[in-house]
């Protein structure tokens, strides 16, 4: 019985779900921006057809963005993420063994079952219609394979959205492979790929063929596991329980250069409140505190210092971690500089059934409770309905989102309106 992993991978996410509530952007050219509407993010396979690609600079591309009709929206990160939530919780249903990889891609351990490209199908409509997101499927012998697979059912129309490996004959798989360029290979990147054009490795099948031992003394261990891979032997398993995170990092720039300090701890606040959610999400106390400020970087003499700042006790209390962090940054200010991006780090992360009971601590129960309904009202109506007052109220600092859609799917105030 051969082993089958299937990947399942939303088409052009972010764009997707704007789609999802703005029927009227279905085939009009679309582009998702970064923080403070930088960087193209997500494209739409109308802009793909424009040859524009991923990471390009927004400025760069007015006049054909003019020419073409192309609509920007900012990045809405609480509605990608909602919806990315409803559609992992719905292919759990396909699968006892899943591993959510990332915002948009999931994959399912499918060996033993039968007819996997009718199930492949059924995936796809179920999760089009009952989260209205429209997806792809890739199914093979490994993680690496399912990616190419998902690839194929994307890039060819004849495949229908659901491209199985499995049921291919050698031949097939073989044409279909010697098609894709090596640099499609999961992990593999640009500069890899340059390398091995060198040793006339331009081809998946070039990649799938060629001697493991002279790709391990060339490109060492992991992408000779890549070519094991390949050659249908699953060398990466499914990660069912995500690892425990080492850092939690919440940074932002600036939507306008920031002098004061006042500004960047009300910054600094901010990011480490969010941080602060984060950890207590996944149920960990953290036992440093790292704070960073960069200044322009077209200022002389540069200056981005960071510091590090170790807690007494680990801990998830908001009030505790904030207290470090402006601390640290009221240390490594310096006047005269114009800054343009702040951020907070969390480590020396442990599980919270770990920490070590002390003589000092703090009423620890009244702060759980505290933090605890914090994030409850938080959840409930909305995040940032209940903060601290040192965030500010009026924020010069804020990140620039001109084109911010509606968090339709977590705030009742933003919910969609029907027109008849």
Same mark, same amino acid.
């Given at each position: 019985m051969k082993r089958a992993i299937a990947l399942v991978d939303c088409n052009n996410f972010y764009v997707s779900c704007e789609r999802l509530f703005r029927p009227d952007l279905e085939g009009k050219p679309v582009v998702i921006l970064s923080n403070n509407d930088g960087c193209v993010v997500s494209r739409s396979q109308e802009v793909k057809d424009l040859g524009i690609a991923m990471a390009a600079p927004w400025f760069k591309l007015k006049d054909i963005a003019k020419k073409h009709g192309i609509i920007a929206l900012s990045s809405n990160y609480t509605l990608y993420a909602d919806l990315s939530s409803r559609v992992m919780q719905l292919l759990a249903q396909f699968s006892p063994c899943r591993e959510v990889y990332s915002i948009d891609e999931c994959f399912l351990e499918l060996t033993g079952m039968s007819a996997l490209s009718r199930l492949g199908q059924q995936i796809r409509k179920t999760v089009r219609q009952c989260v209205g997101i429209p997806v792809c499927v890739g199914i093979a012998q490994s993680k690496t394979l399912a990616k190419l697979a998902n690839h194929a059912a994307k890039k060819q129309p004849r495949f229908d959205g659901v491209c199985n490996f499995n049921e291919l004959a050698?031949?097939? &798989?073989?044409?279909?492979?010697?098609?894709?360029?090596?640099?499609?290979?999961?992990?593999?990147?640009?500069?890899?790929?340059?390398?091995?054009?060198?040793?006339?490795?331009?081809?998946?099948?070039? &990649?799938?063929?060629?001697?493991?031992?002279?790709?391990?003394?060339?490109?060492?261990?992991?992408?000779?596991?890549?070519?094991?891979?390949?050659?249908?032997?699953? @060398? &990466?398993? #499914?990660?069912?329980?995500?690892?425990?995170?080492?850092?939690?990092?919440?940074?932002?720039?600036?939507?306008?250069?920031?002098?004061? &300090?006042?500004?960047?701890?009300?910054?600094?606040?901010?990011?480490?409140?969010?941080?602060?959610?984060?950890?207590?999400?996944?149920?960990?106390?953290?036992? @440093?505190?790292?704070?960073?400020?960069?200044?322009?970087?077209?200022?002389?003499?540069?200056?981005?210092?960071?510091?590090? #700042?170790?807690?007494?006790?680990?801990?998830?209390?908001?009030?505790? #971690? @904030?207290?470090?962090?402006?601390?640290?940054?009221?240390?490594?200010?310096?006047?005269?500089?114009?800054?343009?991006?702040?951020?907070?780090?969390?480590?020396?992360?442990?599980?919270?059934?770990?920490?070590?009971?002390?003589?000092?601590?703090?009423?620890?129960?009244?702060?759980?409770?505290?933090?605890?309904?914090?994030?409850?009202?938080?959840?409930?109506?909305?995040?940032?309905? #209940?903060?601290?007052l040192g965030e500010g109220i009026q924020k010069s600092w804020a990140m620039k989102r001109d084109n911010v859609s509606q968090r339709y799917t977590t705030e009742l105030g933003e919910l969609a309106i029907a027109k008849a």
């Open positions: 050698e031949h097939e &798989l073989d044409a279909l492979l010697e098609k894709i360029g090596a640099c499609e290979v999961w992990g593999a990147g640009r500069r890899t790929a340059a390398r091995l054009q060198e040793m006339g490795i331009h081809s998946v099948l070039d &990649l799938q063929r060629a001697p493991a031992k002279r790709i391990r003394a060339e490109f060492g261990v992991v992408l000779e596991r890549t070519v094991a891979e390949l050659n249908g032997t699953a @060398c &990466l398993e #499914l990660e069912e329980i995500t690892p425990p995170r080492s850092q939690i990092i919440c940074s932002r720039s600036f939507g306008a250069t920031v002098i004061h &300090l006042s500004d960047l701890e009300q910054a600094v606040i901010a990011y480490t409140s969010r941080a602060a959610e984060k950890l207590r999400r996944s149920h960990s106390l953290a036992g @440093c505190v790292q704070v960073y400020i960069l200044a322009s970087p077209h200022q002389a003499p540069q200056y981005q210092p960071a510091i590090t #700042l170790p807690l007494a006790c680990p801990g998830d209390d908001t009030r505790l #971690l @904030c207290a470090a962090a402006l601390a640290g940054l009221r240390k490594i200010y310096r006047c005269g500089h114009a800054y343009k991006k702040a951020g907070v780090v969390l480590s020396g992360i442990i599980a919270s059934i770990d920490r070590q009971q002390t003589l000092f601590d703090e009423a620890p129960a009244q702060s759980a409770a505290l933090m605890a309904t914090l994030d409850q009202i938080n959840r409930r109506m909305g995040s940032g309905t #209940l903060r601290f």
